[in-house]
């Protein structure tokens, strides 16, 4: 294992993430605002660092898995952050689901340090951070993402560690279209499953009667699922999604993109964020739905 690791972020999915990467045998250094995750990494065979920069002096690929854009450009450019401690030939690696045009602007400052960035956010959620299935879609030069691929295969399906293209910002681009066609579908599940609530017939049946057919996808089998329990333990968080969102509908205001189901379920989402469901998983986009409906659930 040649390359040296950094991995700043360790969340509900950085921190399986990067527990990954320890068990193949790299040499990882971590960083995290709160210590727990740092100390459990650190039990298991990583070394800690105290400041982003110092992730950055002793590895050769940086990896970050942060909330939202503002802490990714904090983490990159802060004075003591990672572009202060880059060294010449270093990947960095946002993992995070950030704005496209933020990500251009990263890559242009990484470059001046001598380094190359790699924007590869991912779908999956923590089940998929924690059973290394992850979707990853990057975007990048060819050759970092090629240097890099066998590190994002331990975190992810290595069928499904995807080059989506070489300019800056391809891989967050895709995660927006990823994010609103599992909108879409989670609205019409959720849908479909009030009318059959509100006509009296059994959900569970319908859902297993569509799963057979052309209505079958993964957000009817999984969300589906968790709607018909009532169980909303997050794998991703609505307020996660609500500024996955905020990205999707910014950056198709930008470029004369018209997606009204988007906006539309941006609302419900919201809606949902507001009656203090934002730390629910997404999922509970459906509650909103039974609630306007009159619907027992």
């Known amino acids: 294992m040649t390359e040296r690791i950094g991995f700043i972020g360790l969340g509900a999915m950085g921190r399986p993430m990067a527990g990954h990467l320890v068990a ?3 040499g990882v250094t971590v960083h995290n605002r709160s210590r727990a995750a740092v100390d459990a990494l650190v039990a298991a065979g990583a070394a800690a660092a105290s400041a982003p920069v110092e992730v950055a002096r002793r590895s050769s690929v940086v990896i ?7 802490d990714v450009n904090d983490v990159l450019t802060r004075t003591d952050g990672v572009l202060a401690g880059l060294a010449r030939g270093s990947v960095v690696i946002d993992m995070s689901s950030i704005s496209p045009v933020a990500t ?3 890559a242009s400052k990484v470059a001046a340090a001598g380094g190359a960035l790699i924007d590869a956010p991912v ?3 923590e089940i998929g951070a924690k059973n290394a299935s992850l979707s990853i879609m990057c975007g990048g030069d060819s050759a970092a993402f090629a240097r890099v691929r066998p590190i994002l295969e ?7 560690v995807v080059h989506i293209g070489t300019a800056p910002g391809s891989g967050q681009i895709c995660k927006i279209c990823n994010q609103i066609a599992i909108g879409g579908a989670l609205a019409g599940v959720s849908e479909a499953i009030a009318m059959a609530r509100k006509l009296g ?12 057919g052309f209505a079958a996808s993964r957000v009817l089998e999984v969300h589906g699922e968790r709607m018909l329990a009532n169980n909303y333990v997050p794998g991703f968080k609505t307020s996660l999604y609500q500024k996955d969102l905020r990205i999707a509908n910014e950056t198709a205001a930008a470029n004369n993109v018209a997606i009204p189901a988007t906006a539309l379920v941006t609302q419900l989402v919201n809606a949902l964020v507001a009656s203090g469901g934002g730390d629910l998983d997404y999922s509970a986009l459906g509650t909103v739905l039974f609630k306007l409906g009159g619907i027992q659930h």
């Open 24 to 26: 193949k045998g790299y």
């Open 104 to 106: 251009k602007i990263l």
């Open 123 to 125: 779908s999956g959620g």
């Open 201 to 212: 017939v059994d959900p569970a049946l319908v859902r297993q009667a569509l799963l057979g």
């Open 64 to 70: 970050t898995m942060l909330p939202d854009t503002p």
């Open 154 to 160: 331990c975190m992810g399906n290595p069928e499904r």
